[in-house]
């Protein structure tokens, strides 16, 4: 099985095949994330019986192709007649699946799914039916649906009403792979870089399977962002137009939200979304921000002591930050060595480093021996007021064992030296968070950099400890 991490996901479908009962299991995730490929893998003698859904195609197209796949699989000499419904069609499924006689677990997969529900075709209807009158009546059976439609199988299958209320004995959504995953998968395909190489990628593209493939042993990160983004064939130059509307249905109000939030790097509350979008408030914008955050697109950020109302969301999509930085309307800089070049860089890179803490915090949190402990994660921005000077804290971890970590994060190319202005600047954030947020807690300042911290005097006086990117990665 060649697959780089999702060791957790291996082991959950992998532990279905000891089960005394049928499983009905839904995969979800954005487009490109390596959903079908670890089913296959994971099931790879298991499959019986495998079908993918056209996209926009008729209902007669979609029964066809149902037919069609099942023939192949069955090989019968005298095949069935095409079925007219999709009742028919999963009869015939079920005559097929009586022939089956092994032991072990029979596994169907029916990938992009969504694409199979057409107008009243009455799939639904039929998909229930096949599986609380047929599969939960054996012990032999693991139903998996996948799809790139997140916010179908969200709301069709997960928070269904109807038949398949409650049904679903287990769900996986997929996300992009770890930092560490990440370099798993360069080493499977013996692409050898160094770690600040491989965050340097990350923070353009994250960790997406297939942005991630064609990378080539041997090409340095200049030439592989060029290859991606900016060459006559660079698979990602137009990804933005495909990537929201294959995820999700009214795609235009998540693409609305993304594009607001890229502007402003620590993060909009649902009225400033409002006000900037247009979007109305109601159930409407809950739902695409729900369903935004479900595929990690953005993340919710809760402040200390302040209103649930209060939140911010942040876009987290690497992809989507970097379209909007460096691609967008037919941006001019034409390489990634002429961005780097940009004053815009600096900027980008220091948030885009910051996302990659936040989506890193259990490897941080582990890295701090606290991977039991309850946290929350968000950043702190107070304006200044006449009698007292605003701050900023890129990132703060609030923890249930009475601390807290300041941390300060730095993407440098060389070990960072801490001067004592600094220091003092440091020391006196750590007061006034203390003072604005009347916390009780110990505070403790750690920098999380590249290649570390120097140990000079001004870093004795004010940080307590320096984590290091090697920690992201574990």
Known sequence: MKIAGRQEEIELLQSLNEQDESSFVAVYGRRRVGKTYLIR??????????CSGVHEKSMAHQLENFWRSLNETNAQKQPPPPPKTWLEAFFQLRAYLNTQTQVSKKVIFLDEIPWFETPRSGFLAALENFWNQYCTKRSDIILVICGSAASW???????????????????????????????????????????????????CVGGVPFY?????????????????????????KNEFGNLYAALFKNNTFHEKVVEALSVKNKGLTRNEIIKITGIKGGGGLTTVLEELTQCGFIMPIYPINKAKEDCLYRLMDEYSLFYFKFLKDGKSKSSWTQITESPIFKIWSGYAFENLCFKHSHQIKKAFGISGVITNEYSYVSK??????????DMIIDRADNCVNILEVKFHNTEY??????????????????EQTDLKKNVFITMLTVFGVKKNEHYLMAVTNQLLLDDLFS
């Open 212 to 236: 991630l493939k064609d990378i080539k042993a041997g090409d340095s990160v200049p030439q592989i962002l060029d290859q991606l983004f900016y060459q006559k064939q660079a698979i990602l």
């Open 417 to 434: 030296e801490i001067s004592e202005a600094y220091a003092r600047q440091l020391l006196d954030k750590a007061t006034i968070f203390k």
């Open 41 to 50: 893998q994971v099931y790879e003698t298991n499959i019986i019986f495998e």
């Open 384 to 393: 200044g007021k006449p009698d007292q000077q605003g701050i900023q804290i």
């Open 153 to 203: 199988i969200i709301d069709k299958i997960i928070n269904n009403q109807g038949g398949l209320h409650n049904r679903l004995t287990n769900r996986i959504l997929l996300m992009p792979l770890t930092l560490g995953e990440t370099k798993a998968f360069f080493e499977l395909k013996n692409v050898k870089l160094s770690l600040k190489d491989i965050a340097q990628i990350y923070m």
